[in-house]
């Protein structure tokens, strides 16, 4: 159990990381492209500014994944964690598990999608 905790640990951070620099490079590229490190506008303001889309999908797909993956251990650890002896990880992953479908969408999946989710099922 505690290699599962520490890998769903490793996965929250690392997605909270992908997000950080999600905003770090489209503040990069934003400033590129709108010739905020320069006095005039360079030509290719187009395409820096043309690869801000492509960069929100691509980092928001990795932060999919890793969400898919955390849900996906949530959801062993609160089905295999089931009896009197369980680890209070356990009971939370079951907690949150039966709680799961009365909150409606996360917020992150509203963030980066703009649509509800689809549940995670291991059944």
Not at 3 to 10: M, N, V
Not at 48 to 58: K, Q, R
Not at 77 to 83: F, I, Q, S, Y
């Amino acid at each position: 159990m505690n290699s599962l905790l520490t890998e769903l640990h490793d996965a929250q951070r690392a997605r909270n990381d992908l997000l950080k620099w999600k905003l770090i490079v489209v503040a990069a590229l934003g400033g590129a492209g709108l010739g905020l490190s320069q006095a005039s506008i360079s030509p290719r303001a187009p395409l820096a500014l043309a690869l801000i889309p492509l960069t929100c999908v691509y980092v928001d797909l990795l932060c999919r994944n890793l969400s898919i993956r955390t849900k996906t251990i949530s959801a062993f650890m609160a089905r295999e964690g089931v009896g009197a002896d369980a680890s209070v990880e356990a009971r939370y992953a079951r907690f949150y598990q039966s709680q799961t479908p009365t909150r409606g969408p996360a917020l992150e999946s509203l963030a980066l999608f703009g649509q509800r989710p689809s549940c995670v099922s291991l059944s």
